[in-house]
T-cell receptor, first 111, second 113 residues
Framework: AQSVTQPDIHITVSEGASLELRCNYS??????LFWYVQSPGQGLQLLLK??????LVQGIKGFEAEFKRSQSSFNLRKPSVHWSDAAEYFC?????????FGAGTILRVKS | DGGITQSPKYLFRKEGQNVTLSCEQN?????MYWYRQDPGQGLRLIYY???????QKGDIAEGYSVSREKKESFPLTVTSAQKNPTAFYLC????????????FGQGTRLTVV
């Protein structure tokens, strides 16, 4: 099945702590992978994308993600979380011409 | 400014009525997409279009219809056959399907009463 899995529905971290959000994709995904962020009631904003080349990609707002083909994963990381990072995060991958999204991870930040 | 415009932001309809959601882009993108978002389910693909006058069903197309008569427009009709139409609907576009990142509109929240 064409699916993108985000195992964590909610994650809570303290402000200043590091963050890792997990994403796994099923067999058949093309090597075009994305992370998006959504604030409540809004559209999605692209954080970063992987197309090819270096498996560690940098994005906006200090986020980075690492593509690991052997693990079918594309995990999102940030060294130090800010309160403004609280939002919902979505991982996405292309299956042919279909852009498929995971169920999302809601990030809460404790002060 | 280039972007994707969805209108209206909020829409209320009575059960049994068809309703059309608007999506317009001025990014000169070939591909356009419609997603439905429900809490805890992420974004589910309803329809997508790779080019003008062509579109394909996504994963949850039943009860929905689309048209792509112009490059910049991809309206979605929620028909009375859609059993649970109340949701947040997101439109997106990309330069080319299958490779490029998608850019999203601000969404339309449809409530059917």
């Amino acid at each position: 099945a064409q699916s993108v899995t985000q195992p964590d529905i909610h994650i809570t971290v303290s402000e200043g702590a590091s963050l890792e959000l997990r994403c796994n994709y099923s067999y058949g995904a093309t090597p075009y992978l994305f992370w998006y962020v959504q604030s409540p009631g809004q559209g999605l904003q692209l954080l970063l994308k992987y197309f090819s080349g270096d498996t560690l990609v940098q994005g906006i707002k200090g986020f980075e993600a690492e593509f690991k083909r052997s693990q079918s994963s594309f995990n999102l990381r940030k060294p130090s979380v800010h309160w403004s990072d609280a939002a919902e995060y979505f991982c996405a991958a292309y299956y042919g011409n279909k852009l498929v999204f995971g169920a999302g991870t809601i990030l809460r930040v404790k002060s | 400014d280039g972007g994707i415009t969805q209108s209206p932001k909020y829409l209320f309809r009575k059960e049994g009525q068809n309703v059309t959601l608007s999506c317009e882009q001025n990014l000169n993108h070939d591909a356009m997409y419609w997603y439905r978002q429900d809490p805890g389910q992420g974004l589910r693909l309803i329809y997508y279009s790779q080019i003008v006058n062509d579109f394909q069903k996504g994963d949850i197309a039943e009860g929905y219809s689309v048209s792509r008569e112009k490059k910049e427009s991809f309206p979605l009709t929620v028909t009375s056959a859609q059993k649970n139409p109340t949701a947040f609907y997101l439109c997106a576009s990309s330069i080319e399907a299958g490779r490029n990142e998608a850019f999203f509109g601000q969404g339309t929240r449809l409530t059917v009463v």
